[in-house]
């Protein structure tokens, strides 16, 4: 046995390590856990509230307008009015001086509109009307009337002329009321009355005339043209 070769014998200290190794890995926890508190506690600090510092002032937050991305629409410019160039520096002279007809008016758009006055003839009515007729005719001759309504709301008199183109006059009247006066000349005849006609009455002048067409060359009462003709 001398021949043998011995190993030199382990103290029991680092063999019972070896034999454990559930007691190696206990104490690389311990470590572990150990350093991972130092790192906490360094990480974190000083508490600013333990020390009575202030906390550092709030930044203003961004208003609406300044962070809004869409750009301010940009106002259009306003277009030249009508019969106005982009040169002119005043009033063209149709629009400096209107037409006694058109009035100038502004509508709901702004911009002027042309409104056209009534004419003079459709403003003023006459107050007396009248309208010519035969009422009979005859071997050389006629009976005409012009019939005239007062359609004012007053009392008037009336004026009613007549012409011809030739022949001869004879008389006139009006039947039921005081007569008139007669005013003959070449061509025919005018009459004035002798009393006023009523507010929407009506009153009949009738007349002889011979030798003559029986449509007159004119026939007015108070200037204004006979109807019927």
């Not at 020390?51 to 277009?79: F, I, M, R, V």
């Not at 001759?141 to 030739?166: Q, Y």
């Not at 005018?190 to 507010?199: F, M």
């Not at 007159?216 to 019927?228: A, H, K, M, N, S």
Request: charged share 15%; proline share 12%.
């Amino acid at each position: 046995m001398s021949g043998m070769r011995r190993f030199p014998r382990l103290s029991p200290g680092p063999v019972a390590i070896v034999s454990s190794p559930w007691i190696v890995v206990g104490a690389g926890v311990v470590v572990m856990v150990v350093l991972l508190f130092v790192a906490l506690g360094t990480y974190r600090g000083p508490d600013p509230a333990a020390d009575g510092a202030s906390a550092p002032p709030a930044l203003p937050l961004p208003s609406a307008e300044a962070t809004s991305s869409e750009p301010a629409p940009a106002s259009s410019p306003a277009g030249p009015l009508p019969g106005l160039s982009a040169r002119a520096s005043g009033l063209p002279p149709s629009a400096a001086t209107p037409s006694p007809s058109v009035a100038p008016s502004v509508g709901s758009t702004g911009r002027p509109t042309a409104t056209r006055s009534p004419s003079r003839a459709a403003q003023v009515q006459p107050a007396v009307t009248g309208r010519y007729r035969v009422v009979q005719s005859f071997d050389g001759g006629f009976i005409g009337e012009v019939s005239m309504v007062n359609a004012s709301p007053r009392s008037r008199g009336w004026t009613v002329r007549l012409e011809f183109s030739g022949g001869r006059f004879v008389t006139a009247w009006v039947e039921g009321v005081p007569q008139g006066t007669v005013r003959q000349s070449d061509d025919g005849f005018t009459y004035v009355s002798g009393v006023d006609v009523r507010p929407g009455g009506s009153v009949s002048l009738r007349f002889h005339m011979e030798w003559t067409s029986s449509t007159p060359r004119l026939c007015t009462v108070d200037g204004v043209r006979c109807g019927g003709l």
